[in-house]
């Protein structure tokens, strides 16, 4: 098994910035990670325009989500500001009451109860004074408008209620959905059989936590073993199959003497909960999961691939190899055939990390529609350890497709410490290979 082709070239900049002079390869498959494929095989370039384009050049999500905040606070006082202008200039035949109307209605699903009540007494009180300064507040007309403004104020306060009890059982359905995806998808230990270990899930959508992204891991007396997948769909459904992946994984783990063997068992898990399950997910649904298993007193690594994006190699020197499987498989649960699993074995030296993702990374774009290549952003580069590895590359994908993302994305390090390593390294978070100036 030979090492992918390690870079010689000297690297510099920030691994925030756009990575105009890293060259990535990639095998061509749409959504599928750059870097040298294979066993030691340079692949050619991927199609899919440059690796580590710049990032979206539009304003953030989140400042663009504050400044939207903002000027909805001031609407409310605007629209009573405005009206009192709009009054005292327009003919008497005109009427700034819609805008008086408007005020406590744009103030209530948005403002707390004491604002609206306030923002409602500033229109009728508007309405009061701009009538009595002009000595028409006993005439028809205005009495309907002081009468249509408090309708307003009053219906005001009922949908302030309406949307505070909505608010309420809405932050109580996210902890519920928080609490069960913690427990289906427990946060692994840092370190377990002598190996670091960091994780991520990264939602889509802000305050989202229930998605179809899985990790694990798990000390077995046939080495550490993990699994990252992604399960088809959404929402409880994908949650259910979570738990259903998690469960076989951590049971078969344990048992099975092959990593085929632990993979088999979790296509015969979904076998069993496909039969209890009728309509489109009983046809449709499927899994893509890759497992791998770190030996104990060995320096390789052995993988399973069944349908999904291939994990990335990291060398202590920055150089990097993308894992693809030497036979394509399907994912699980897809009853299209049976084939018998053949597992791919790699070097794993001291010092090196073993990078797993969703496709929620490799499929991330930019404003231009350019997939994100997380083996060109990454060759050249040195982490302290995984979780700094973790820091920086969800950082960058935010970065790549300016907080637009559109899928959930659940990431998965893990290093073997070289010897003399201390456990924990507190050291920067990226260093630039070849670089003499160390780097924030």
Do not use: C
């Amino acid at each position: 098994m030979g090492m992918a082709e390690k870079g010689r070239g000297r690297v510099t900049g920030s691994f925030g910035l756009p990575g105009r002079g890293l060259s990535g390869s990639g095998r061509g498959r749409s959504g599928s990670p750059g870097g040298s494929a294979g066993r030691g095989k340079p692949g050619s370039s991927a199609g899919r325009g440059k690796p580590g384009g710049s990032a979206g050049r539009g304003k953030p999500v989140v400042a663009q989500n504050r400044g939207t905040r903002r000027f909805v606070r001031l609407l409310p006082v605007l629209l009573i500001g405005g009206g009192l202008l709009f009054d005292s200039l327009a003919p008497p035949n005109f009427t700034a009451v819609p805008l008086f109307v408007a005020a406590p209605l744009i103030a209530a699903p948005f403002f707390s109860l004491a604002s609206t009540i306030r923002t409602g007494v500033a229109s009728v009180l508007s309405v009061i004074a701009m009538r009595l300064s002009d000595g028409t507040s006993t005439q028809v007309v205005p009495v309907i408008e002081m009468i249509t403004v408090l309708t307003a104020a009053a219906l005001a306060l009922v949908i302030n209620g309406v949307v505070r009890r909505s608010n309420e059982q809405l932050a109580s359905a996210r902890v519920i959905a928080e609490t069960a995806m913690r427990a289906v998808l427990p946060t692994p230990a840092e370190r377990i059989g002598g190996l670091q270990v960091a994780a991520r899930y990264e939602a889509a959508q802000a305050d989202e936590f229930v998605g179809g992204d899985l990790f694990a891991v798990a000390d077995t007396p046939y080495g550490v073993r993990l699994v990252v997948g992604d399960v088809r769909g959404k929402g409880l459904d994908a949650v259910e199959a979570v738990a259903v992946i998690i469960g076989a994984f951590r049971e078969a783990a344990e048992q099975e003497r092959s990593l085929e063997g632990v993979a088999q068992r979790l296509e015969r898990a979904l076998a069993r909960e496909g039969t209890r399950r009728y309509g489109l997910d009983a046809m449709e649904g499927f899994i893509t999961a890759v497992l791998a298993e770190i030996p104990p007193g060995s320096a390789s690594l052995r993988l399973v691939n069944r349908g999904h994006p291939e994990p990335i190699l990291l060398h202590a020197d920055g150089a990097l190899e993308v894992l693809a499987p030497s036979v394509p498989a399907m994912p699980l649960g897809m009853d299209l055939g049976v084939w018998p699993d053949r597992s791919d074995e790699w070097e794993m030296p001291p010092g090196s990390t073993l990078l797993a993702f969703t496709d929620g990374l490799s499929e991330a774009r930019d404003a231009h529609g350019v997939f994100y290549d997380p083996a060109a952003r990454l060759r050249g580069r040195i982490f302290p350890g995984p979780e700094e590895l973790l820091s920086a590359l969800t950082d960058d994908v935010r970065l790549h497709t300016g907080g637009r993302s559109t899928d959930d994305m659940a990431l998965l390090a893990v290093s073997r410490p070289a010897e003399g390593q201390p456990p924990r390294r507190t050291t920067v978070k990226i260093v630039g290979r070849g670089d003499d100036t160390v780097r924030n």
